[in-house]
């Protein structure tokens, strides 16, 4: 028995135009989604606190569960997995580093120097100062518009992305942005700069000395000034002391205005101070001999503290974080250029992206790469020494000769008679220099090369 089954049109019509109802629907939906979430954004943090070499404060920025360490080496570590997730390898000289948009970072490198670090293409994007540019940038700021601004030997720079606009006076100080149109500038006055005129602030007093600052929401200022927190807001003026803050014995040595209007301030000891606009709170670390390097706020204003257990070395350097009511249990902080070792001397690691020299309990103190040093990149070998020789240089050899750690020419050694070769293997004794190349042994005595290969030697190849 065949059965013959007949289509309905009115249903699949129906069916059509429920599908067509669906899609609607569908992208209706993502479109509601994607403007509540320009709305109401989900919790993706690109304003990252500023990272700013001032004082001896100089290892951390931090964006949430990121920390962001400076000086000579910027490195990011995922606390949360222990794991150190990226190396910066254009960071020698490294003054200063802002979050920029998208993700991207605004650099001031060797006081003269501002480019854009693209995350997202791993490359930089530079600023052209032009010829009438600042002779001496401090420091680097960028207002809500997205213009970077730049503070220098007797001028202001503000940059709108294609062109700068300098505004000259008669000072050197740091810039400090507070919206699109103004800013302070750090001296002695400090000032305030408005559409292009500059108005004397303040001055700070006697036995005090500037170590930091940040501007709250209303462009008030605070200063950390080592033996007073001052505020400056409008004409007036309040300073905070051991007489009406807690610090007894403390300094101000650093100073962050969080995103609820909440105060955070310490010196070099284990305490940090908050004030909430009228009371003052102290939170003490879990141990009192820890001495604070540094601390930033993350996105929900809590801070997080790198601190050591001695003042001058900082040794044994932990993270500890506030989790609104006390500190998490710290958490070991050493950050090593560890991965993608090619070769070690006694106080240097060459990786894939260049040159490391480290010191007391393996702090990064140096490092060489591009692009400075691009030779860096490449090291086959660092040279050795015998125990008959007391010289503490450590040249490496690459594939294209041989070269200083800073990436100059190899002192003690005539590279203009060295071929254009790849250098496996360096080693002094007795005052002589052997060096292994593809081409055969070159051995140096200080006045001359003798290359011994298969056809003059021993050596089974070259």
């Known amino acids: 028995m065949v059965s013959i089954h007949f289509f309905n049109c009115n249903l699949v019509r129906q069916l059509y135009v429920c599908k067509i109802k669906n899609i609607l629907l569908l992208i209706f939906f993502i479109l509601f989604i994607t403007k509540a979430k320009a709305q109401f954004p989900i919790q993706q943090v690109y ?5 700013w070499y001032n004082d001896n404060h100089n290892r951390i920025m931090i964006k949430d569960s990121f920390i962001y360490e400076g000086g000579s080496c910027l490195q990011i570590r995922n606390i949360l997995s222990g794991k150190t997730e990226y190396r910066w ?4 000289k490294l003054v200063m580093l802002l979050p920029y948009k998208y993700g991207n970072y605004i650099y001031l490198k060797d006081n003269s120097y501002i480019g854009v670090y693209d995350t997202l293409l791993s490359d930089y994007v530079n600023i052209n100062t032009g010829p009438s540019a ?3 940038v401090n420091s680097i700021g960028i207002s809500p518009n997205g213009n970077i601004w730049a503070g220098g030997y007797q001028k202001v720079g503000i940059f709108n992305g294609t062109s700068w606009q300098y505004y ?5 100080g740091n810039v400090k942005v507070i919206n699109d149109t103004s800013a302070y500038i750090s001296g002695n006055p400090f000032i305030y700069f408005h559409n292009g005129v500059f108005d004397s602030l303040f001055t700070m007093p006697q036995n005090t000395y500037f170590r930091d600052w940040d501007v709250d929401s209303p462009g008030g200022l605070w200063i950390a000034g080592n033996r007073k927190l001052i505020h400056v807001q409008d004409t007036v003026v309040t300073y905070f002391d051991s007489t009406n803050a807690p610090i007894g014995t403390e300094l101000f040595r650093k100073v962050v205005v969080g995103k609820n209007g909440h105060v955070w301030t310490c010196g070099d000891k284990g305490n940090l101070f908050e004030y909430d606009g009228a009371n003052w709170s102290v939170h003490s670390l879990m141990a009192g001999f820890i001495n604070i390097d540094n601390f930033n706020l993350d996105s929900l204003s809590r801070p997080w503290v790198i601190a050591g257990g001695s003042s001058n070395l900082y040794w044994g350097m932990s993270i500890y974080v506030w989790n609104g009511s006390s500190f998490n249990s710290p958490v070991y902080f050493r950050f090593m250029p560890y991965q993608d070792i090619k070769e070690i001397s006694p ?6 992206e260049g040159v490391f020299n480290f010191g007391y309990n393996f702090q990064v103190t140096q490092f060489h790469g591009n692009p400075d040093f ?5 090291v086959n070998c660092f040279r050795r020494y015998s125990q008959y020789s007391s010289n503490q240089n450590y040249p490496y050899g690459t594939h294209t000769g041989i070269y200083n750690s800073d990436g100059t020419v190899a002192a003690g050694l005539d590279t203009s008679m060295l071929p254009n070769d790849t250098v496996n293997y ?5 005052g002589s220099d052997y060096i292994c190349t593809n081409n055969g042994l070159l051995v140096y005595n200080g006045v001359f090369y003798n290359t011994f290969n298969s056809s003059n030697s021993p050596l089974p190849s070259n």
């Not at 390898?89 to 020698?92: D, P, Y």
């Not at 000259?168 to 050197?172: C, F, K, L, V």
């Not at 106080?347 to 894939?352: D, F, G, Q, R």
């Not at 691009?374 to 490449?378: G, H, I, K, N």
């Open 347 to 352: 106080n240097e690691i060459a990786t894939v």
């Open 168 to 172: 000259p006076y008669n000072g050197n």
């Open 426 to 430: 360096l080693l002094n004794d007795y």
């Open 134 to 136: 600042i002779s001496n």
């Open 89 to 92: 390898t254009n960071h020698s």
């Open 374 to 378: 691009p030779e860096a990149t490449d």
């Open 47 to 51: 304003d990252v606190p500023y990272y």
